[in-house]
């Protein structure tokens, strides 16, 4: 059999998140289960895209191979286009795979550019697979999940039904990135509290509809989950071989099965391994015997996505909570003392005045650990993008992260995506904001009173009793210690002034 070689890349416009390339690394694994030579290239560092996007280009053509995939969101739309264009150049024979949420939700636009060859619709295990073992030997008609150009026309094939059985895909490539970058010390794992550790999914797909979201046209509404033991053996396997202190579950939901769900936080707890997690999970799932499986899996904080204090616009986002139900699940994890870390959003669509008050009120009376406003950006693919007045353009999309200038992106959504209906700037929502509820962004000691309080409960976790002996137990201890000489540093910030 013709041996065939793959490069996956991480686009350059990620250069300083610390979430790694989980995608890529499933495929990458998953290419080398079947015995296909692939790389997987991530270039990491402050340095400027133009550089970034040379070195990448070098990495490529010294790998020489025959199919080259690209990862890419709606913000790398641009320099994705830029990098198939020199990587074509290059390397003539390669072909050009993308793939990613933009791509599946809009293959006729990513194929417009000559450059790109064929586009993989939804999840990329299986699909990509089949591109590249068939190496343009077979049909493209008949390899389902692809979009490509026939005779100057997009075909678009129908997408391949979901990966029913999670347990037969292997572990990702760690081995193929850069881990020492992503385990570093850093407050966005278990957004808040220093940590070092990684990401882990035990399920994919979401059955909910949020309007704001477009994880279900990636994944899909059915639900499916990995066997507890599949996971808790890649968390064993990270703690022995990384040293890993915490994990994040990057479910989209976890609890929808609660049964599942229970069953995963006591395979955790039987292995007794002293590292500490978070997760994502919805108001209405939270039940007391939930809690309790979760902080007896060593479980510190809980992300719940509130959006909204009004209960009209939580209908509108087709959310599925009810404020009472927020209430409540806060309650309960107050009672067994399980951090909460709060969504809401602003620059809803219909948005009023009285919205925004039912909003900040209903984030000052349950008081979670953290909260976080964010500025909704009704991005391409999903029912938001509807209520737009303007046409966005490639031009556009880059601006619609917040990661490169957040003022820019701020005066991007003031002047193109505002959905609003009152007439507040948002960046004078923000200051009301900020003045009283401490932001990771931008945290300050202030001496206010309302403040004071919130910042002491942002930093409530130095107290948590599982906490502290997962970091007496860490083999990280020095990382650590740099980690937080660093942010002093960074903030211009002397132990004294504090």
Same mark, same amino acid.
């Given at each position: 059999?013709?041996?065939?070689?793959?490069?996956?890349?991480?686009?350059?416009?990620?250069?300083?998140?610390?979430?790694?390339?989980?995608?890529? *690394?499933?495929?990458?694994?998953? !290419? @080398?289960?079947? %015995? $296909? #030579?692939?790389? =997987?290239?991530?270039?990491?560092?402050?340095?400027?895209?133009?550089?970034?996007?040379?070195?990448?280009?070098?990495?490529?053509?010294?790998?020489?191979?025959?199919?080259?995939?690209?990862?890419?969101?709606?913000?790398?739309?641009?320099?994705?286009?830029?990098?198939?264009?020199?990587?074509?150049?290059?390397?003539?024979?390669?072909?050009?795979?993308?793939?990613?949420?933009?791509?599946? *939700?809009?293959?006729?636009?990513? !194929? @417009?550019?000559? %450059? $790109? #060859?064929?586009? =993989?619709?939804?999840?990329?295990?299986?699909?990509?697979?089949?591109?590249?073992?068939?190496?343009?030997?077979?049909?493209?008609?008949?390899?389902?999940?692809?979009?490509?150009?026939?005779?100057?026309?997009?075909?678009?094939?129908?997408?391949?039904?979901?990966?029913?059985?999670?347990?037969?895909?292997?572990?990702?490539?760690?081995?193929?990135?850069?881990?020492?970058?992503?385990?570093?010390?850093?407050?966005?794992?278990?957004?808040?509290?220093?940590?070092?550790?990684?990401?882990?999914?035990?399920?994919?797909?979401?059955?909910?509809?949020?309007?704001?979201?477009?994880?279900?046209?990636?994944?899909?509404?059915?639900?499916?989950?990995?066997?507890?033991?599949?996971?808790?053996?890649?968390?064993?396997?990270?703690?022995?071989?990384?040293?890993?202190?915490?994990?994040?579950?990057?479910?989209?939901?976890?609890?929808?099965?609660?049964?599942?769900?229970?069953?995963?936080?006591?395979?955790?707890?039987?292995?007794?391994?002293?590292?500490?997690?978070?997760?994502?999970?919805?108001?209405?799932?939270?039940?007391?015997?939930?809690?309790?499986?979760?902080?007896?899996?060593?479980?510190?904080?809980?992300?719940?996505?509130?959006?909204?204090?009004?209960?009209?616009?939580?209908?509108?986002?087709?959310?599925?909570?009810?404020?009472?139900?927020?209430?409540?699940?806060?309650?309960?994890?107050?009672?067994?003392?399980?951090?909460?870390?709060?969504?809401?959003?602003?620059?809803?669509?219909?948005?009023?005045?009285?919205?925004?008050?039912?909003?900040?009120?209903?984030?000052?009376?349950?008081?979670?650990?953290?909260?976080?406003?964010?500025?909704?950006?009704?991005?391409?693919?999903?029912?938001?993008?509807?209520?737009?007045?303007?046409?966005?353009?490639?031009?556009?999309?880059?601006?619609?992260?917040?990661?490169?200038?957040?003022?820019?992106?701020?005066?991007?959504?003031?002047?193109?995506?505002?959905?609003?209906?009152?007439?507040?700037?948002?960046?004078?929502?923000?200051?009301?904001?900020?003045?009283?509820?401490?932001?990771?962004?931008?945290?300050?000691?202030?001496?206010?009173?309302?403040?004071?309080?919130?910042?002491?409960?942002?930093?409530?976790?130095?107290?948590?009793?599982?906490?502290?002996?997962?970091?007496?137990?860490?083999?990280?201890?020095?990382?650590?210690?740099?980690?937080?000489?660093?942010?002093?540093?960074?903030?211009?910030?002397?132990?004294?002034?504090?």
């Amino acid at each position: 059999m013709e041996k065939v070689k793959a490069c996956l890349i991480n686009p350059p416009t990620r250069s300083l998140s610390l979430r790694p390339p989980l995608g890529l *690394m499933h495929i990458s694994s998953y !290419l @080398s289960q079947h %015995n $296909i #030579d692939n790389h =997987v290239i991530d270039q990491k560092g402050d340095i400027p895209e133009d550089i970034l996007i040379d070195r990448l280009v070098h990495e490529t053509v010294s790998v020489d191979p025959d199919h080259v995939g690209i990862s890419c969101l709606t913000t790398d739309v641009q320099c994705v286009f830029r990098m198939a264009k020199i990587i074509k150049a290059k390397l003539p024979r390669a072909k050009i795979t993308v793939g990613g949420v933009h791509p599946t *939700m809009f293959p006729n636009e990513m !194929l @417009s550019d000559r %450059n $790109i #060859d064929y586009v =993989v619709l939804g999840e990329g295990e299986e699909v990509f697979h089949d591109l590249v073992r068939s190496n343009g030997k077979s049909d493209l008609h008949s390899i389902s999940g692809i979009a490509f150009k026939d005779k100057g026309k997009t075909v678009v094939n129908m997408r391949r039904g979901a990966i029913e059985n999670l347990d037969d895909l292997p572990m990702p490539a760690f081995d193929k990135i850069d881990m020492n970058f992503y385990l570093q010390p850093n407050m966005h794992l278990v957004r808040g509290i220093p940590l070092r550790g990684f990401y882990i999914f035990s399920t994919r797909g979401c059955p909910y509809g949020c309007r704001f979201c477009v994880s279900k046209n990636v994944f899909g509404r059915t639900i499916r989950f990995r066997n507890p033991s599949k996971v808790v053996d890649e968390i064993e396997y990270l703690y022995k071989e990384y040293d890993i202190d915490a994990f994040y579950l990057f479910d989209d939901t976890f609890g929808v099965k609660k049964s599942q769900a229970i069953g995963l936080c006591d395979a955790i707890a039987r292995r007794g391994l002293p590292i500490v997690w978070g997760c994502e999970t919805r108001v209405h799932l939270i039940t007391e015997e939930f809690v309790k499986s979760l902080k007896r899996a060593g479980c510190v904080q809980v992300d719940f996505g509130i959006e909204s204090g009004s209960e009209r616009l939580l209908k509108l986002l087709q959310k599925g909570i009810t404020v009472e139900q927020v209430r409540n699940a806060v309650r309960i994890c107050r009672k067994y003392r399980l951090r909460v870390f709060s969504n809401f959003m602003i620059n809803l669509p219909t948005e009023t005045e009285e919205d925004v008050e039912k909003t900040l009120s209903l984030a000052d009376e349950i008081k979670s650990d953290i909260s976080i406003f964010n500025v909704t950006c009704p991005f391409p693919g999903t029912e938001l993008h509807s209520y737009l007045k303007h046409k966005l353009t490639y031009d556009d999309y880059t601006k619609m992260s917040s990661y490169a200038s957040y003022n820019t992106y701020i005066d991007f959504i003031e002047s193109k995506c505002k959905l609003s209906a009152h007439n507040i700037p948002i960046n004078d929502l923000l200051a009301r904001i900020q003045a009283t509820v401490p932001v990771p962004r931008n945290i300050r000691l202030k001496f206010n009173l309302k403040y004071l309080r919130n910042f002491i409960r942002y930093f409530n976790f130095i107290v948590n009793l599982r906490y502290v002996v997962c970091m007496i137990k860490s083999k990280g201890k020095l990382r650590y210690i740099k980690f937080a000489v660093g942010i002093l540093r960074k903030r211009n910030i002397s132990p004294t002034k504090l």
